[in-house]
């Protein structure tokens, strides 16, 4: 039995044309919610590494000293939110901004994802905790692809690539601003500029500065969370290598 880290990796995104997560100190928050080690342990039981960078520590030679995600510390979400303007200000144990909009959130999933409802609820149960609230709904894979991918018309969504094998060269797909994948709608001219330098870069010590520095705007932007690697295990006989 071998064990090996999938290529790809788990993530939530946030959606920015809802102006509360457009709120750079709300995805701070949730990401100061997010509990990689409950994920993996409760949620995928035990079946996968933490991601607490940008790029999947599949990829050592460019996650070596990069910018790290948020740490898990619910206090930590409050005082974001606290020191942003989001109060319970009615006590029903859900925060809102000071014109009384509320920060509940839709997390939206395909319901086929390998221990969906366990990753989902962890997420919830740490998110009400710092007083935002969220519904989950887990949805066929058609149905997720109409309202996330092409309409763009979600809030929160869980999600796992199958297979990111060239971080380098692959990340604008998703991350550009022009990029069909960008269903996050985000923008940002510096991180378009890093991803559009390092396909130029035929030095892999510069293309390793690069995405460092891709990682460093990452991690203070926020635009996903990404949260774990899954490790697949694969059985064989010896005796016929």
Known sequence: MEKVQSLGYGYFSFCYKNPLLADPAVRKAIAQTVDRG???????????????TPISPVYTALTEGAAEFPAFDIDAAKATLEAAGYTDKDGDGVREN??????????????TTANIDAIANIFKSNCEQAGIDITISLVEPATYTDIVTKNKNYDINYIE???????????DAIYH????????????????AILEDVKTLPEAEARKAKMLEFQQLFVEELPTINVLVRVNAYGYSKQRF
């Open 38 to 52: 409950a994920l993996i342990a409760i949620g995928i039981q035990g079946g996968g590494v933490p991601m607490n």
């Open 98 to 111: 000071a014109n009384g909009d509320k920060l509940a959130f839709t997390l939206t999933c395909r319901n």
């Open 161 to 171: 690539w199958g297979v990111i094998d060239d971080p380098d060269m692959a990340l």
């Open 177 to 192: 601003s022009t990029c069909s994948l960008n269903f996050m709608c985000y923008e940002n001219e510096a991180i378009d």
